[in-house]
Nanobody
């Protein structure tokens, strides 16, 4: 499966962005999907995940209550709605997918990656 992330941009602190990740090349419904991010000089970190059915989601503590991950298998898309953005949310955001349906917080467990989309939050 191939992943294409989009929706990044420049936004003021307190604003919102929605990042869609479109999947192609196969049925996406059996894959778990996750968003990671990487800020300059830092390691890639887990942001949010959703299992194959959408029944289970998980969030990093830093984004709980502000970000929402969702999936639409009819459109082969997983999205990350980001509200109340903070300066520290600035990073390149990557979507990733793994077969088997169960999400993981660890990037090493993901075989499929999108190219990344830049999110910059300004004061």
């Amino acid at each position: 499966v191939q992943l294409q992330a989009s929706g990044g941009g420049l936004v003021q602190a307190g604003g919102s962005l929605r990042l869609p990740c479109a999947a192609s090349g196969g049925s996406f419904s059996s894959y778990a999907a996750t968003w990671f991010r990487q800020a300059p000089g830092k390691e890639r970190e887990f942001v949010a995940s959703v299992n194959w059915s959408g029944s289970a989601t998980q969030y990093a503590d830093s984004v709980k209550g502000r970000f929402t991950i969702s999936r639409d298998d009819a459109k082969n898309t997983v999205s990350l709605q980001m509200n109340s953005l903070k300066l520290e949310d600035t990073a390149v955001y990557y979507c990733a997918a793994r077969s088997g349906g169960v999400a993981s917080m660890y990037s090493r467990n993901y075989a499929y990656w999108g190219q990344g989309t830049q999110v910059t939050v300004s004061s």
